[in-house]
């Protein structure tokens, strides 16, 4: 017996008409679609006209639910893999399910098509040579500190997804571990009616950002220019280790041990505070 296929399909992240003829063939022709919330997803499908079943796959059932779509491929079944909006797997379950019909042998497929974070990155004007893609940031601040300290040297280009109650303090956070002049690009509401790409510093984001209300609504995608030169880098990863040092030790003394470690300049560190 012929295995089916997995596909998984991109959908818009918001214009309905960047859905392609070829996913949308896809999508008519599976036995099933296996969506992270069906309900919003099943207004997708039904706006195109598909009425195909809808199955829950998500982060608490994904590992239980695998194997057995993956019996129902290799007795034949063609299905399919859609996010809420977007590409599949790109900070949404899936993975579990892809590797799990890899190694049964069954064919995976992509349809290609939206992507929010390459939509943003394509039109930020920062390097897109070479990014690293970071997702949601913790939603608890220390840990978000944590993070993005751990982050504060790195020469890639970085991408970031965050939600509206959050943006501002995410903005401060970012300024603080990489620098108030750090090149950056808000992209919001992509492909959607309200659909704003800002640049400019870390610093001026955030002024603009606190100034206007719309720009604390729906969906960003935050693309910040990687550490630049030597200095700069050096600078990035003294802030990253006075960052931890911190915690523990005195400011000064912090201080002092970060620019030994890392042989950033020692005023540059003393006295850092989280920007205003």
Known sequence: ????????????????????????????????????????????????GVNKPLLALHEHNEDALAQRLVARLAAGESLALISDAGTPLVSDPGYRLVRAARAAGVPVSPVPGACAAIAALSVAGLPSDRFVFEGFLPAKASARREHLARLAGETGTLVFYESS??????????????????????????????????????????????????????????????????????????RRVYAMLSQHLPPSTAAKLAADITGAPRKALYGMKDPP
Request: proline share 2%; glycine share 8%.
């Open 1 to 48: 017996m012929t295995a089916g296929t997995l596909f998984i399909v991109a959908t818009p992240i918001g214009n309905l008409a960047d859905l392609s003829p070829r996913a949308l063939e896809t999508l008519r022709g599976v036995a099933a679609i296996c969506a992270e919330d069906t309900r919003r997803s099943g207004q997708l499908l039904s706006h195109f």
């Open 165 to 238: 109650h959050r943006i501002a303090e995410s903005l401060a956070d970012m300024r603080a571990a990489f620098g108030d002049d750090r090149p950056a690009v808000i992209a919001r509401e992509l492909t959607k009616l309200f659909e704003t790409v800002l640049d400019g510093t870390l610093a001026e984001l955030q002024a603009k950002v606190e100034v206007d209300d719309n720009q604390r609504k729906g969906e960003f995608v935050v693309v910040v220019q990687g550490a630049g030169d030597d200095a700069e880098a050096q600078l990035a990863e003294g």
